[in-house]
């Protein structure tokens, strides 16, 4: 086997995540041009990003698909002892890091990608904007990572801003996020004269020199700031030794910790979840971006480092006992598809990040989720849209197999061998839809093949035909997200499509309990059809789904028979009660019927349970349930009543109105029917000064006023 020059501990799997314009890309940019990967700064409002590669990304200046890169680093101050480049040469041999990094979107309609990064990745960069600190979409995002147990660092972007303050996003953090954040740099100066860091812990100033700051030069602390590095020096001291007795103990004597072993105890609460190092500087103006690379370095874990907060389990696909593998190379194969990808020129691309042994160029793999196995022809290494090619791949890698025909986002990629199935990533539901046509006979076809493939790359992207008009529906997150898939089907797939307008996801529910009956009796000469089923319905929670309970007791209806009355139910509640939306949220019992010894099939079954629901759902009075989104809306103090006043016109709840710099920022939850063109309303409401951001909240009933109208077809 060829011989690994990274071992593992030396390996970050990071993603870049943040809010919608805290300035991710750019941050990902700037790792780029300092580890070395690119030699000129691509900028994301020049459209000219690396990261960025899609047409739409650039366009837009926003980040769609989360883009894998890998590029290396050695912590800074390691090298600034090296008198001559052989010498910085060996020191890189020694203490060069691999690391392959994740830039994740910012915008809540690509969610998705957020999630499925945040499944395979060890640790995180949280980027936030300056001026706005914690933003609706960081709270999300944060949540996703709690959810995977994601450790993470803080990087405080944007510094050089007007209205910039380090001390208010570092209180939003405490505040919104975390009260375990810890400052481990403050900035020297804001706005225009933001200069360079102080790092808390060594006591140092840094100041960055050169044409993108390249050279990092260390600066006596200005004097104005040593009171300050001082008190917030003892309060990170105190924090840090409260993780550790045997540190706590020298501190209580009064005794001067080494900063190596504050250091040291600072990573493993990190990597343990109970410390979140904060570090600062501006990507755009080159300051700060490496000495964050030094704290992923210092702080985020290596695959070894996790697997007692991320153990590698799963199921042996036969017997479904658990299994548990070690991050090394010895193990047999196991690696997670987490992201599936159409590329003009190779095709099909499959990101995979492997947890335990190798995968071979030329080797067979079993895909043990859908059950078949599968040739590996090329592996490569992206470096954003670039690809290299690779013979073979080890643990704790990150990379994507050219061609893999049957697989699709969360399957799991092991030894034929030793099967293993790991857990598989769970996605939202998409709460928006539109209709699709062809414009031509020949666009049929494409459209077809367009819609596979997207829906094979996004799982939030669903694709379902109306069976009574025959029409093709997309569904998608929100409007952003299906603009965006139906501007790739145009330019990828070069289809010509009309398209209808967005339409809102509604759903059914039911409010009461309620009784039927449902006798299916058909006699037309020869063998005739029956099927009988009784059965009770009720109300569950929201988002509880649909249960169905079955209570038939001595035969009285053959065991083979409640499948089909099972199936028949569901048929009903897809097509809804009240106007035709799928009902969700209720539990289904069946409990009594009848059946005859020759007549009885399981059709006669199926419509008997079909009946039955219509019958019982109709008398437990059903209603529409809408989805809600959490609405933040940004606007200059003077439209304030304005904009409050609108939100309230749209049956907007207003949660919270609180004052971010110059600007008040309104929390509301709103209904998803009212919120179509509220973008470009908002801009001429406010001067094209106010912005907003929606994510989906929750379902609720509707008000009977607008029952009447969603029934009607007007909304």
């Known amino acids: 086997m060829a011989a690994k020059r990274y071992p593992l501990e030396k390996y970050r799997n990071i993603g870049i995540i943040a809010h919608i314009d805290a300035g991710k890309t750019t941050v990902s940019e700037r790792v780029l041009f300092y580890t070395g990967i690119s030699h000129k700064i691509g900028e994301v409002h020049e459209g000219a990003a690396i990261m960025d590669w899609m047409e739409q990304e650039r366009e837009r200046g926003i980040t769609i698909t989360a883009a894998a890169t890998t590029c290396f680093w050695t912590p800074a101050r390691d090298l600034k002892n090296a008198s001559s480049e052989e010498e910085k040469i060996k020191i890189r041999e020694q203490h060069e890091h691999r690391l392959n990094i994740i830039d994740t979107p910012g915008h809540v309609d690509f969610t998705v990608e957020v999630e499925r990064s945040l499944r395979v990745l060890d640790g995180g960069v949280t980027v936030f904007d300056g001026v706005a600190g914690v933003e609706p979409q960081s709270e999300t ?46 900035p020297i100066g804001l706005e225009e004269r933001f200069e360079g860091v102080v790092d808390v812990l060594e006591k140092k100033a840094f100041m960055f020199e050169g044409d993108h700051g390249e050279n990092i030069k260390e600066v006596e602390i200005p004097s104005d700031m040593v009171a300050d590095v001082e008190k917030k020096r003892s309060t990170l001291i105190e924090k840090i030794v409260e ?34 190092p904060v570090f600062c500087g501006s990507a755009l103006k080159n300051k700060g971006v490496q000495l964050m690379l030094d704290g992923v370095v210092d702080y985020l874990p290596s695959p070894l480092d996790i697997t007692h907060l991320k153990p590698i389990k799963g199921n042996d696909p036969k017997t479904g006992e658990e299994i548990i593998r070690q991050p090394n190379d010895d193990e047999p194969l196991t690696a997670l598809a987490f992201k599936i990808a159409t590329d003009p020129f190779v095709g099909n691309l499959t990101y995979f990040r492997i947890y335990g042994g190798t995968m071979k160029k030329g080797s067979y793999i079993l895909n043990s989720s859908k059950g078949n196995q599968e040739r590996v022809g090329r592996i490569v ?46 996605f939202p539901e998409p709460v928006i839809n539109l209709k699709i046509e062809p414009k031509t006979k020949a666009d049929q076809e494409k459209l077809g093949i ?42 990828e797939f070069n289809v010509e499509a009309n398209v209808g307008r967005p339409r809102v996801s509604y759903k059914e529910t039911i409010r009461g309990n309620a009784e039927a009956e449902g006798k299916y009796i058909r006699q037309s000469g020869g063998r005739g059809q029956y099927g009988h089923a009784k059965i009770k319905v009720k109300p569950l929670e929201r988002g509880k789904g649909f249960v169905f309970v079955n209570q038939i007791k001595g035969g009285v209806i053959p065991q083979e028979f409640i499948a089909p009355i099972e199936k028949g139910i569901k048929e009903a509640m897809d097509r809804g009660i009240v106007a035709g939306y ?31 629901f219509q019958e019982a759902a109709k008398n437990a009075s059903p209603v529409i349930l809408e989805p809600i989104m959490k609405v933040q809306t940004i606007a200059p103090a003077d439209y304030l009543g304005d904009v409050t006043g609108d939100l309230n016109s749209k049956r907007g709840r207003i949660e919270s109105l609180s004052d971010r710099a110059m600007t008040k920022v309104i929390d509301a939850m709103v209904p998803l029917s009212e919120m179509f063109g509220y973008a470009t309303k908002l801009r001429s409401m406010t001067q094209g000064r106010g912005s907003f951001t929606m994510e989906f909240s929750h379902y609720e009933e509707v008000p009977k006023s607008v029952e009447q109208q969603i029934v009607e077809g007007k909304k």
């Open 141 to 186: 995002v944060w949540h996703q990572a709690d959810k995977y147990k994601v450790p993470r660092i803080c990087f405080i972007n944007k510094l050089d801003r007007m209205g910039a303050s380090f001390e208010n996003s570092f209180n939003s953090i405490l505040e919104r996020l975390t009260p375990d954040a810890v400052a481990v740099q403050l």
């Open 243 to 276: 993780k550790d007795e045997s540190l706590m103990e020298k501190y209580l004597n009064g005794e001067e910790i080494p900063v190596e072993q504050l250091r040291q105890v600072l990573r493993k609460a990190t990597i343990n979840n109970e410390l979140v």
């Open 381 to 426: 290494r992206m470096h954003a849209n670039h690809r290299e090619d690779v013979e073979e791949m080890y643990s704790g890698d990150l990379g994507a197999i050219v061609g893999l025909k049957n697989t699709s986002t969360g399957d799991t990629l092991c030894d034929p061998e030793k099967p293993i199935m790991l857990e598989k990533i769970t």
């Open 582 to 612: 799928p009902m969700t949220d209720l539990e289904v019992t069946l409990f009594d019927g009848s059946y005859h010894d020759v007549d009885s099939s399981e059709a006669a079954f199926k419509i008997a349970g079909s009946m039955a």
């Open 450 to 491: 367009a819609l596979h493939r997207l829906s094979d790359e996004d799982p939030t992207f669903r694709v379902t035909g109306d069976q009574d008009t025959g029409e093709t529906i997309i569904w998608g997150m929100g409007e952003l997200h299906l603009e965006i898939l139906v501007d790739r089907m145009k330019r």
